[in-house]
Every structure is written in structure tokens, then in C-alpha cells.
């Protein structure tokens, strides 16, 4: 039995291939899914299905039947395909594609697209089913030929920054809300960047849309994420009254000081205190005297020579980003505005050898 599909004929190097619209429905029955584990690397055509993966790109189908994307597959075929010409003529190279029900196209790129459609074909979205996947088809030749393929289609992908997918999109409530804050609060209005993941030495921001976002997740848990504006005007009442007693980002606002001094010499513009001024906010909000509370912060030392940060977020002389970090420069912030600790808070800002002092002497055995 055979599937027709509407296809064009090209040339790319020395080899011909197809480029067709094939059924969605028609990607469970044509995709081979390799089970490649227990086989070496060496002998492999793809990598191995990551399949924690495939959940989320179904998801991403059902949730925007309307609208959502995908670049072409890119697979080989090892039983030639039969070409018609729409008019007859052989040198014609728009027609129709013929492929026989049963072979199988060897997938060079996309399998996690075609196992994420296979899962939203089967979870029974019905506009699924009448959609249409682009995919490109060469002849495969050897094992050698099909993982140059892989090489050649992977070795320049480059993934976008976190900062730029932000940015960009339109799905994301908490996306929209932080942006929507950037643009209420001047300093972060005027001092962030919106494109890269990180800072390049001699920018002129302070901070970054993606340090932004994880700290304004951090004080919005709790919160209903599609709250947009609602949101934003929480998140901009906030960094608004915390920018007040944060001199660093004024002076950098105010050209009084460049802001790559203020990235060298302190670290209240660093990832990990911002997404910790996030917890904060998370905590501090839900009391009266929030305001008067981050009166406080006026006192915090943000000099990363300051030895207090020593072994709360620096170590060996630089900012630390993991989560550790994150926890002790909450708590060591919590403390200096008089905040109530936890046990555990407590010891993530109990210096060493006040932990292992020894007991005063009418305590002892």
C-alpha cells in the first residue's frame, strides 16, 4: 500500500532529497524509534531519546492547538521513494511523493518533535490529527554517512539565550508580568539586558532579564502566575521600594558610577542576591511594615570585600549561583532586617566556629 504526499524534488551537494508535507498521523507509522540504550555511541545512528522530554513538547501541542511550531524533521529513507511530476515532465520537480506503507524513514534530526507528536496523537487531540508536519528526506547510504548527518545538522545550533526566550514569549504569565514591571521600575528600566544570558565585561547594565524573572518568581510563589497586571504591580511596588535603599543602582542609573565598577567591586546586582531580594520580598509582603522593614537594607555592606559575605554567597573570592548560596544570602538578609530565622537559616549564617564552639563549662558532662 502506498502514501502519497505532496513533495518537491531538490539538489543539496551531490545528493537528491525531498522536501513533502506528510500527516501528523502518518509520523507513527514512518518514524523508526530506535532503542538505542545498551548500544555504544560508536555504533549508534542518533543520540539516545531523552524521554523525560516527550511529555513536555505533547503538552506543548495540546495547550496551543491553535498556534503552535515546529521546524521540519530531517530523516533518510533506505527504500527509494517514487517521484511523479505534477505534469508529466521528468525535469519537473514539484509533484507528488509515493512511499510504501511499511518502510521506515531513519530520523536524523527531530525525534524528540516526532515522539512528542506521537504522544499528543495518542492522548487524542483532534486537531492534531488533520495537521501537517514539514520533513525533509535523503537517501541513506551508511551508519558513518547517517551520523555525519547528525554532526552536521547539531555542530552550529545554538541555543537561544534564557534572557531573549523571555523576552520573547508570549505564553509565559510570569515572562509577561516581569517585563511589564521592567518597564514601571526606572532602574531596572534603563539597566537591564534584554537579549543575553549574562553580561558581557564592559556593558553598561547591571542586570540581566533572566536574574530578573528567577527573582520575581521568587516573590511571587504563592501567586496565581496569569494574575498578569496584577502581578506586575505587586513585583514593581516592590523592586521599586527596594531600588530606594539599593545606592549601587542609583549611582550606576545617575552616571555617578560606571556600571561595570559597581559589578566589580559589589555584589548587589549578582544573580544570587537578586533572586534572594525575591525570597525576601516572598516573605516580607504578607506583614503591614514591609515597607519599613527594607528601611534596613540601608545597612547591608555590599562590598564583596566585606567578610560577612564570606562563606554565605562568596567563596574564594567569587559570587557562587547555586541554590545553597541562594538560601544563605536570604537568611543572611532576613537577619539584618530583624527577621525571624529558621533552624536551618540560623545555621546557613552561623559562622564555623561559632557552630563547633565548645560548650560552656556548666553545660558539659
Not at 539516545?48 to 513538547?57: H, M, Q, S
Request: hydrophobic share 40%; net charge neutral; with cysteine.
Amino acid at each position: 500500500m502506498e502514501v502519497h504526499v505532496s513533495a518537491m524534488r531538490g539538489k543539496m551537494g551531490s545528493r537528491t532529497y525531498y522536501a513533502c508535507l506528510m500527516p501528523m498521523t502518518a509520523v507513527p507509522q514512518f518514524f523508526k524509534f530506535t532503542e538505542w540504550n545498551g548500544i555504544s555511541a560508536e555504533d549508534r545512528e542518533q543520540r539516545v531519546l531523552n524521554a523525560k522530554r516527550v511529555p513536555d513538547i505533547a503538552r506543548y501541542i495540546n495547550e496551543n492547538e491553535d498556534d503552535y511550531l515546529f521546524s521540519s524533521i530531517t530523516a533518510s529513507y533506505k527504500s527509494p521513494p517514487k517521484f511523479s511530476p505534477f505534469d508529466g515532465n521528468p525535469e519537473t520537480n514539484i509533484g507528488t511523493l509515493k512511499l510504501q506503507l511499511g518502510d521506515e524513514l531513519i530520523i536524523n534530526d527531530g525525534q524528540h518533535r516526532c515522539a512528542g507528536i506521537v504522544k499528543a496523537l495518542a492522548e487524542g487531540s483532534p486537531s492534531v490529527k488533520t495537521d501537517t508536519l514539514s520533513v525533509l528526506l535523503f537517501p541513506w547510504e551508511t551508519t558513518d554517512r547517517v551520523q555525519q548527518m547528525f554532526s552536521d545538522l547539531n555542530r552550529t545550533v545554538v541555543k537561544t539565550s534564557k534572557s531573549l526566550d523571555i523576552l520573547y514569549d508570549k505564553r509565559d504569565d510570569l515572562a509577561a508580568a516581569t517585563l511589564a514591571m521592567v518597564e514601571q521600575v526606572p532602574v531596572f528600566k534603563d539597566l537591564t539586558e534584554k537579549e543575553d544570558m549574562a553580561l558581557k565585561a564592559k556593558s553598561t547594565k547591571l542586570f540581566t532579564l533572566a536574574a530578573l524573572y528567577d527573582a520575581c518568581s521568587e516573590v511571587l510563589k504563592g501567586h496565581d502566575k496569569s494574575e498578569i497586571m496584577a502581578n506586575a504591580a505587586l513585583l514593581a511596588d516592590y523592586w521599586s521600594t527596594v531600588a530606594t535603599h539599593m545606592p549601587d543602582w542609583t549611582k550606576a542609573q545617575s552616571g555617578f558610577k560606571l556600571p561595570l565598577e559597581i559589578r566589580q567591586e559589589r555584589i548587589s546586582t549578582h544573580s544570587t542576591v537578586l533572586r534572594a531580594l525575591g525570597g525576601l520580598g516572598s516573605d516580607l509582603m504578607s506583614t503591614p511594615d514591609w515597607r519599613d522593614r527594607l528601611n534596613l537594607l540601608d545597612h547591608v555592606d555590599w562590598s564583596k570585600k566585606n567578610p560577612e559575605w564570606q562563606d554565605v554567597c562568596i567563596s574564594a573570592n567569587s559570587v557562587v549561583s547555586n541554590r545553597q548560596a541562594r538560601f544563605a544570602t536570604k537568611a543572611f538578609l532576613k537577619k539584618k532586617l530583624e527577621l525571624p530565622l529558621t533552624d536551618a537559616e540560623l545555621r546557613s549564617v552561623t559562622p564555623l566556629h561559632e557552630l563547633f564552639a565548645p560548650l560552656p563549662a556548666a553545660l558539659r558532662g
